[in-house]
């Protein structure tokens, strides 16, 4: 379920919430909402809010963690692939086919990150190595080094050719979001009982009903961020792939 869905949902759920505390308040006898029972109601209701706001920082920390722990991983992808052009400029023209692998490689991986990322049917499929990239590593494994110097550049190109590799598996098994339902359900039951207490108490005025519904909608708001926090690659926050696709000029 996309983050627009789920933050319209919680939307609605805190205005039933809203509603609901209207209509107990012209439904309850003046005796139910004396000061007695007011207090305990927005103590309980005090309560709510305050574990309300430790699950909402858990679930910011942990949304937050994951998209700057995928940024970090695609630089440090964009940076290996640019030391691998390197290494492999450095071995010569007998290089030149390999590197124009890398190229067309770096497109395709560029394109199946943000492709498997962005629907559901992607990320659920099983991981497979693209031909362009079985391809580059073939030709690099190919490559006959016939100095001492080239030799190690190869050994070089080999073992950050693993380091993509590794950093490619990391951006696939982190692309389903790390923000636990059972937490989000909880949180928006708890949100609307919040706004269910507000209603309750207050006289249903323009301007109260006026702000709840500001207050709902920016509620909803702050479920949508944390939401689309932890699909970098899609959605409001995605991550550009300008910088992995624009690393490597034309040869």
């Excluded at 001492?148 to 070089?156: A, I, T, W």
Aim: charged share 15%; hydrophobic share 50%.
């Amino acid at each position: 379920m996309s983050p627009i869905t789920l933050s319209v949902i919680a939307f609605v759920c805190i205005l039933t919430g809203t509603f609901v505390g209207m209509l107990l308040r012209s439904r309850l006898p003046d005796r139910y909402l004396g000061s007695d029972a007011k207090d305990v109601v927005r103590l309980g209701a005090g309560l709510i809010g305050t574990i309300a706001a430790l699950v909402l920082g858990l679930l910011i920390a942990s949304a937050k963690t994951s998209y700057d722990t995928q940024v970090s991983q695609l630089r440090q992808l964009t940076a290996d692939v640019i030391l691998l052009d390197q290494l492999l400029a450095q071995y010569g023209p007998e290089a030149a086919p390999v590197r124009n692998l890398l190229r067309g490689a770096v497109d395709t991986v560029a394109g199946r990150i943000w492709h498997e990322n962005g629907s559901a049917p992607a990320r659920n499929a099983p991981f497979e190595a693209t031909a362009a990239g079985e391809g580059f590593i073939v030709k690099l494994h190919q490559l006959s080094p016939q100095t001492d110097e080239q030799r190690s550049l190869k050994n070089r190109a080999t073992e950050v050719t693993a380091n993509i590799a590794r950093t490619r598996l990391l951006l696939y098994t982190q692309g389903d979001n790390p923000i636990p339902m059972p937490f989000l359900i909880v949180l928006i039951f708890w949100i609307s009982i919040i706004f269910a207490n507000f209603s309750l108490f207050a006289e249903p005025k323009p301007i109260v009903i006026g702000a709840l519904f500001v207050f709902a909608l920016s509620a909803a708001a702050a479920i949508l961020l944390v939401l689309e926090l932890g699909q970098p690659f899609s959605g409001l926050m995605q991550i550009s792939s300008i910088p992995l696709r624009s690393a490597l000029a034309p040869l």
